[in-house]
């Protein structure tokens, strides 16, 4: 009874040091993640479109996209529906985390007669830990809240099982391990890729507190679920990598270097689960060196050295602590999807929600390693509560500093740049900030201490958006401005780039003084041109020819424009891309091929898409319209501009 009002003091304080942040604002991703869902809230769209998000259905996560849609039809689009939903999700995760780490710890020999109590006391640190505001608070990420809570009550269930097979009741294990176990994994899958570490773990637990013989049913387990699904990656790796491997040409380091890069960002996470600063932790972690070799920087080698280290000896322990042993491997295991070969971001907090258990079952297991003779025979002493109780209230502090900076987007932004002065993501934001603030001294100046780093792509990003924030001031730009981002022109092109150049083409209506339209969309091919052996079928080159396309219409360079288009046009790629390539060769009377895009775009487009359904009829019109009046002469193009 005590352990149960343990965790609902727990959860009440969780809830109260939550509260002021959850009035905070969408941030980052969060808007282009809720598009559809907005238009399903608004009337304007269809569920289908919703639950597969911003994804094709492979790499959909339905699940999550279900919850948000409940939280929007109960609470309404705002904010807070999605943010408070994020917390009652929270507070489950923590109640699920607390059976698995209960029934773990029974299981260990020493630690076994206090495993409710030291359960409970860990259940309570994690969910007051401030390293998981930038989870709960930032909306988008009850992906990655689903994602553990169904993977918890995978562990949950493998555990049950184990237990009913350890007292001889096979029937009732065998559907646990074959029925319900598979559909939790399955519904964290769905939920977030990175679910798929749950078999993985349920292995951990096997090896850590299970002993050999193993049963059948359990063997069977592991090689259904676990051994087969590894198989097929490996056959996939193998035959065709470029389906795992070929974002690495949307960044700036190779597979190697991330590999070596993920050593150090590891050790970063078990230090600041274990020593918290809260101040420091943030959304704006872009700003974290890349490692080029073992000595490059030194702590690399180190990092290394160290995640051995702590892994040979939890094995050598694993009989004597076995929660030692689960709780290490359990937190490598659970970073395996994203600190592994995948070509992702290097660094994000919220990646520790569900390793970060496996570290408070560690330390725990710490305590078996105490001699019995030093032990208290009675449980553990008032000191030892007194210290977790002064932690707890530690942490619950730290956490609320969090909440309440996330409680405004210029809050969070501001921290961020002070303790990550070199974030290229915090410079720009705080400058967009600046900017829809009317404030554009205060952008321009955060762009031109930016456009002073010492690394090309901040320079690059840096003079492209004081053209968006000068054009944007006045309807002027410098010129200049063109020639000193072609000179940071990178040879690949990423995410970043698209999308401030996207921003620009919303601002510059008929161009900005200096700068015209056919400027900007000969500097757009330039930059293009420089990522010349980056793969076309990549996001971030195709999304730039569209726009180096849309330039060019504007700018009424028809022919330049069909061309880009055509480039950009691909399996993959947007509505929006094959429409304005049907348009654009309309315009220069190739009716054919008007036809053929739109035939593809008709084929693509779902009935229940109302929207793309509509535009596929206004194509129909403007290609019908364009026969009937036959093949009208076009207008000749203007002369040619030199550009930058």
């Given at each position: 009874m005590?352990?149960?009002l343990?965790l609902?003091?727990?959860m009440l304080v969780?809830?109260a040091i ?10 980052l991703d969060d ?8 238009g399903?809230?608004?009337?304007k769209?269809s ?11 492979l790499y ?14 109960l609470g309404g689009d ?5 943010k408070f939903g994020n917390?009652?999700v929270h507070?489950i995760?923590g ?5 698995v780490?209960?029934r773990?710890l029974?299981r260990?020999?020493?630690?076994a ?5 030291i359960?409970g ?16 608070l930032?909306?988008?990420q009850?992906?990655a809240q689903?994602?553990t809570?169904f993977?918890l009550?995978s562990?949950w269930?493998y555990?049950?099982?184990r237990?009913?097979l ?6 009732s ?7 319900l176990?598979?559909?939790l994994?399955?519904?964290a899958?769905?939920?977030?890729q990175?679910g798929?570490v749950a ?5 951990v637990?096997?090896?850590a507190?299970?002993g050999?013989?193993r049963?059948?049913?359990?063997l069977a ?7 087969l699904p590894?198989l097929?990656?490996?056959?996939l790796?193998?035959l065709?990598?470029e389906?795992?491997l070929?974002?690495y040409?949307?960044w700036?380091?190779s ?10 960002v590891?050790a ?6 274990l020593?918290?600063y809260?101040?420091r ?9 890349t490692?080029?070799?073992l000595?490059?920087?030194?702590s690399t080698?180190?990092c290394l050295a160290?995640?051995a ?5 939890a ?6 602590a ?6 290490w491997?359990?937190?490598l295991?659970?970073?395996?999807v994203?600190?592994s070969?995948?070509?992702?971001e290097m660094?994000y907090?919220h990646?520790n929600y569900?390793?970060?258990?496996g570290?408070l079952l560690a330390?725990?297991?710490?305590g078996?390693?105490v001699?019995r003779?030093a ?6 002493n ?22 309440l900076v ?6 969070i932004?501001?921290?961020?740049l002070?303790?990550?002065p070199d974030?290229?993501?915090?410079h720009?934001?705080l400058?967009t900030?600046a900017l829809?603030?009317?404030n554009y001294?205060?952008s321009?100046?955060?762009l031109?201490?930016?456009?002073k780093?010492p690394?090309p792509?901040?320079?690059l990003?840096a003079?492209?958006n ?5 054009c944007?001031?006045n309807g ?11 000179a940071d022109?990178?040879?690949?092109l990423?995410?970043?780039e698209?999308q401030?150049l996207?921003q620009?083409?919303?601002i ?5 003084g ?5 400027d ?7 930059l ?15 999304v ?5 396309a ?6 009424r360079?028809?022919q330049?424009a ?6 950009a ?5 947007d ?6 390539l049907?348009?654009?060769y309309?315009q220069n ?12 775009l008709?084929a693509?487009?779902r009935?229940?898409?109302?929207i793309?359904?509509?535009?596929l ?10 026969r009937?009046r036959?093949a ?12 930058p």
């Amino acid at each position: 009874m005590r352990v149960r009002l343990l965790l609902l003091a727990a959860m009440l304080v969780t809830v109260a040091i939550y509260w002021p942040g959850l009035t905070g604002p969408f941030v980052l991703d969060d808007n282009a993640t809720f598009g559809a869902l907005h238009g399903w809230l608004a009337g304007k769209a269809s569920w289908q479109e919703v639950v597969p998000g911003n994804a094709s259905w492979l790499y959909a996560r339905p699940v999550s996209m279900l919850s948000f849609m409940l939280s929007g039809w109960l609470g309404g689009d705002t904010p807070f529906a999605y943010k408070f939903g994020n917390l009652i999700v929270h507070l489950i995760c923590g109640l699920l985390g607390w059976q698995v780490l209960r029934r773990a710890l029974a299981r260990d020999e020493r630690l076994a007669p206090h495993a409710e109590l030291i359960a409970g006391l860990l259940a309570a640190l994690w969910l007051l830990h401030p390293l998981h505001a930038s989870t709960v608070l930032y909306a988008v990420q009850r992906m990655a809240q689903l994602s553990t809570l169904f993977v918890l009550a995978s562990l949950w269930t493998y555990l049950h099982a184990r237990r009913q097979l350890a007292d001889g009741r096979s029937r009732s294990a065998i559907a646990l391990l074959f029925l319900l176990c598979p559909l939790l994994m399955l519904a964290a899958l769905l939920s977030k890729q990175n679910g798929a570490v749950a078999p993985a773990l349920c292995l951990v637990l096997e090896l850590a507190y299970f002993g050999r013989p193993r049963p059948k049913p359990a063997l069977a387990f592991f090689g259904l679920f676990l051994a087969l699904p590894l198989l097929g990656a490996a056959a996939l790796l193998t035959l065709a990598p470029e389906r795992l491997l070929d974002g690495y040409a949307e960044w700036d380091f190779s597979l190697v270097q991330r590999l070596l890069t993920q050593a150090r960002v590891l050790a970063d996470y078990l230090g600041t689960l274990l020593l918290p600063y809260a101040p420091r932790m943030g959304l704006y972690t872009d700003d974290f060196a890349t490692s080029t070799g073992l000595l490059s920087p030194p702590s690399t080698l180190l990092c290394l050295a160290l995640l051995a280290a702590i892994s040979l000896a939890a094995i050598a322990l694993r009989k004597r602590a076995p929660s030692l042993f689960a709780g290490w491997f359990f937190f490598l295991v659970a970073h395996s999807v994203e600190s592994s070969f995948l070509p992702i971001e290097m660094y994000y907090e919220h990646r520790n929600y569900l390793p970060s258990i496996g570290i408070l079952l560690a330390v725990a297991g710490l305590g078996a390693l105490v001699p019995r003779r030093a032990a208290p025979a009675q449980g553990p002493n008032r000191l030892a509560l007194a210290a977790v109780a002064g932690l707890a209230a530690v942490l619950a502090f730290a956490t609320l500093g969090r909440a309440l900076v996330w409680r405004h987007y210029d809050t969070i932004v501001m921290q961020a740049l002070k303790f990550h002065p070199d974030s290229m993501r915090a410079h720009l934001d705080l400058s967009t900030l600046a900017l829809l603030g009317g404030n554009y001294d205060e952008s321009e100046r955060l762009l031109s201490h930016l456009a002073k780093s010492p690394t090309p792509r901040n320079r690059l990003m840096a003079n492209l958006n004081l053209i968006t924030t000068q054009c944007l001031r006045n309807g002027k730009a410098e010129r200049a401005l063109l020639q000193r981002a072609l000179a940071d022109a990178q040879p690949q092109l990423t995410i970043f780039e698209s999308q401030t150049l996207m921003q620009m083409a919303k601002i510059a209506g008929k161009g900005c003084g200096e700068v015209s339209l056919l400027d900007m969309a000969q500097t757009t091919e330039k930059l293009l041109d420089a990522a010349h052996a980056q793969p076309e079928h990549l996001r971030s080159k195709w999304v730039t020819r569209a726009i180096a396309a849309e330039f060019y219409a504007r700018a009424r360079r028809w022919q330049q424009a069909e061309a880009q288009a055509a480039l950009a046009w691909r399996p993959g790629a947007d509505f929006a891309v094959g429409e304005m390539l049907v348009r654009l060769y309309v315009q220069n009377n190739k009716l054919p091929e008007a036809e053929r895009t739109y035939a593809s775009l008709q084929a693509q487009t779902r009935p229940y898409d109302g929207i793309g359904q509509k535009y596929l009829r206004e194509l129909r019109k403007a290609i019908d319209d364009r026969r009937r009046r036959g093949a009208a002469p076009r207008a000749p193009e203007a002369a040619a501009n030199p550009g930058p």
